[in-house]
């Protein structure tokens, strides 16, 4: 499994050298790549369907427990295959769809990386392993919403689904933290197999919060629901597989692989329910009011989401397999009216509803597919839908609240159903839409194979999907004997009862929906407390904000950055010198005095009297020299101490610090004092605060000498070990080595960054 | 600064101090002295050429190779070909010659090569260790000694890293200084 993911990173890497060397036709082995992964991921089929979990392990970093490590069940197949067979398709569709492109090779890079990162997400057992998947999915969903860079609305809505579902991430990533240290497991099964201990930790609840937001703004979840539609900036193949198909149903996978973790206390249930049917309802409330085809797909996908998470908080046998087989048609037949829509895009050049007229006749393949798919989405017998919403309307059966969500958004899919598989393509209208150009052959096959897969699954539902959907049924129940036998027919119940009505009510609705349209505008102002706008105002007011902050910590003058650092020097210093309260004894060391010899006083009153002369000129050559003075007298007592190497670094330092002041002095402006009185003593409180603490900790290190092994060890292997015999020496080139290699590492940066500075000229606008 | 007995002198006692930055590399293992030290020397050396004479003539004179070539004519024989060719390259003997014949190079040392150059033997010598199975950075010394400088290790390599980072680094910023 790690190795199929790796072809598919290399592929995504090959992606732009291939376009660049064979043009358009890269779309060959992009296609035939992911049908590879597919036939790979079919060689699954037979041990799943026994109930076998496959297991591959690598070692990545075991003292974290992150490794690579994945695992195939029922529920991680089902996905992979849908994300495989759907990318092939996708690819496909996107070449004629991006087809005079430049970027085209760009374009499948993104989405190869895309499907890679997608189908490690769906296979990994490893939580880390997962949750890098994850955000790679984000980023490469990112990167495709802002594919056409030249447009704001895509820039902007990239920007937003990133920061939405990245902060997401952060969240799921501290969740799946907290699980792991309340069960001591890094991976799925063994979390699964830990759950008590996970439901009684006291992490239980924070957990649960900080996984279901991760969740939650990936699935497009109320309160985060509002980043899909703004998604629908990217181009149509991009949404198709992106965000209707795959990507928002990681979220929807995630949940249900940690349902055998989580389920249990009602919190979970609960929380999952609620905003499940919220945004079930809200999905399908919005998408009636919208002319927009894409913008319709959009919100009912949303409501198609909200219905799988209520159906997972309900988590009963039968409403799991319910959402299972509902997941499985809606990724058909929205992908196919996706790939439709986009289809009609590029045929016509709109999306708008009254603008389309009557275009059956001209593109009569994709009104084919996107009758078939429609059928399918109202829940006509006998397409796949059917089976979804029948076992839909039966596990709900029970309640009636959750009953009546479903009801809502099932009205609203046969109204929608009707709107692209009827209104569009094949009510007869005296003002048929013109064509721009015939859709060809790359864009009407991936959706006419799609549509009739959901017919043939349909038909077949008995016997094709029904094996691989009880083992994945099975993987979110974490019960080995959970059954799930579908039939097409289940003979005259009150559920039939339940789809006809939903069918008859959905047509009234279509009915009345031109009066709808002419309505919506009197929603307006509610829009404006919605999380769209609020998203929007906090980001503006972020930027800001912190646009503020960082003009008031970085005021450009050097003096504040060295006040700051030696504010915060002293504080740590102040701290710790509290915490640990190692007094210190003077007046037995008072003898010590007696031993200063005369030229150590001389050099001492040179250093005084340069300093008080330093604080009275105004002259800046004056200054330099004064402290190039000290800087001397301070190799001079290195001297006097022994400490020949550090000497002449001090000498050479100074040396070359005054020559580069002299370098520089002539553009300096002249000195004058601009700081007011008190901002002086202020300046002398703080230098007199540093030195006295530096002299303070000096004295107590020599009071608290450690006697140390570690001064012998290093005389005496300097010569033995190391061939040399100046210590100092050999500890910066070889026993700390390693230290040295990082201080002339940030030499080198410093350097850089200087030369940047210098170069920088601010006032001629000119660049680094 | 620009007297002429201090640009005079300059001229001669850069190379002495290159010379001396050299020794203090190589001594620094046993005696005061170090790659930093000798790296700071060195570029002194330089720091008083630039005062004395200006950023553009140092890097004329000590950063910049200016290599003249010409292809051999057919009546000229092999030997005076070349004894032509290093006439040019040395005494820049170019002007007898027809100077639209001759081609030339010219090849620059900049001070941010150096360091790159500097980090990257650093690096280097650390590798060594790695590919002999022990930890980064542990050194390898040769058998036997050389004359003058004394033994050769990886720790030498390492502090002749150092030498360069440290030279090309107070080069490229008295350079960028001094320019304008």
Known sequence: MFYALLIGILAAAAAPLLFRAIGRRVVVPMVLIALLLFVYYCTFLPQVLQGQNLVEQYSWVPELGINLQFRMDGLSLLFALLISFFGALVMLYASGYLHNDRLLGRFYLYLTLFMTAMLGLVTSDNIFCLFISWELTSISSYLLIGFKQADKNARTAAWQALLVTGLGGLALMAGLILISISADSYTFSGLTEQRQLVQQHIFYLPAVILVLVGCFTKSAQFPFHFWLPNAMAAPTPVSAYLHSATMVKAGIYLLARLNPVLAGPDVWHYALMAAGGITAVLGAVLALQHTDLKAILAYTTISALGLLVTMLGLGSEYAVKAMLVFLLAHALYKG????????????????????????????????????????????????????????????????????????????????????????????????????????????????????????????????????????????????????????????????????????????????????????????????????????????????????????????????????????????????????????????????????????????????????????????????????????????????????????????????????????????????????????????????????????????????????????????????????????????????????????????????????????????????? | MRTIIFATAIRYLTPVFLLFSVYILFRGHNHPGGGFIGGLIGSIAFVFHVLAHGSERTVNTYFQLTVFHQNRQENHSRTKYVWDLVGANTWKRIQPFKSASWQFYILRVRPAYMMATGLFIAVTSGVVGLLRGQSFMAAWWMEGEIPIIGAIGTPILFDTGVYLLVLGMVLKLVFTMSKE
């Not at chain 1, 691989?468 to 004997?481: C, F, I, K, M, S």
């Open chain 1, 336 to 768: 196919t009216l996706f790939l439709v829509t986009g289809c009609i895009d590029h045929s016509t050049g709109t999306r708008d509803l009254q603008k389309l007229h009557h275009l059956g006749p001209g593109m009569k393949y994709n009104g084919w597919a996107a009758s078939l798919a429609a059928l399918s989405m109202a829940g006509v017998f006998p397409f796949i839908g059917f089976v979804g919403k029948e076992l839909l309307y039966e596990s709900t059966l029970e309640s009636l609240l959750l009953l009546a969500v479903n009801f809502i958004a099932g009205v609203a899919f046969v109204a929608v159903a009707i709107i692209i598989g009827f209104r569009v393509f094949w009510r007869k209208a005296t003002d048929k839409t013109q064509l721009q150009h015939k859709a060809g052959f790359k864009l009407y096959f991936p959706p006419l194979v799609l549509a009739g897969i959901g017919l043939l699954l349909g038909v077949l539902v008995s016997s094709v999907p029904s094996p691989l959907l009880q083992q994945g049924a099975r993987a979110v129940l974490a019960d080995e004997t959970a059954k799930l036998k579908l039939s097409l027919w289940h003979g005259f119940t009150p559920v039939l009862g339940l789809s006809v009505l939903t069918i008859i009510a959905g047509m009234l609705v279509y009915s009345f929906l031109p009066a709808i349209h002419t309505r919506v505008t009197a929603l307006q102002p509610v829009y404006k407390y919605g999380p769209n706008a609020v998203y929007h105002k906090l980001f503006e007011q972020f930027l800001v904000k912190a646009k503020a902050f960082i003009l008031w910590l970085q005021d450009g003058y050097l003096r504040s950055y060295v006040m700051y650092i030696m504010l915060f020097f002293c504080g740590l210093l102040l701290f710790t010198l509290q915490r640990d309260t190692p007094g210190i004894n003077i007046t037995d060391r008072i003898y010590q005095l007696q031993e200063v010899r005369l030229y150590e006083l001389v050099v001492l009153f040179l250093v005084i009297a340069a300093l008080v002369y330093l604080l009275g000129t105004r002259s800046r050559l004056t200054s330099i020299v004064v402290m190039g003075l000290i800087g001397y007298s301070a190799a001079l007592f290195y001297i006097l101490f022994g400490a020949p190497d550090v000497a002449i670094t001090q000498f050479l330092i100074e040396t070359l610090t005054v020559v580069i002041f002299v370098l520089l002095l002539h553009k300096l402006p002249a000195f004058t004092y601009l700081s007011h009185q008190f901002k002086k003593y202020k300046f002398i409180a703080i230098s007199v605060l540093f030195g006295s603490l530096m002299t303070y900790v000096m004295l107590l290190v020599q009071q608290q000498a450690i006697p140390s092994e570690l001064k012998k060890y290093y005389g005496k292997m300097s010569y033995m070990e190391a061939h040399g015999r100046n210590i100092v020496n050999v500890i910066l080139v070889d026993f700390r080595g390693l230290d040295t290699l990082g201080e002339i590492t940030v030499l080198a940066v410093a350097a850089l960054g200087i030369f940047s500075l210098l170069r920088l000229n601010p006032e001629k606008g000119g660049k680094p």
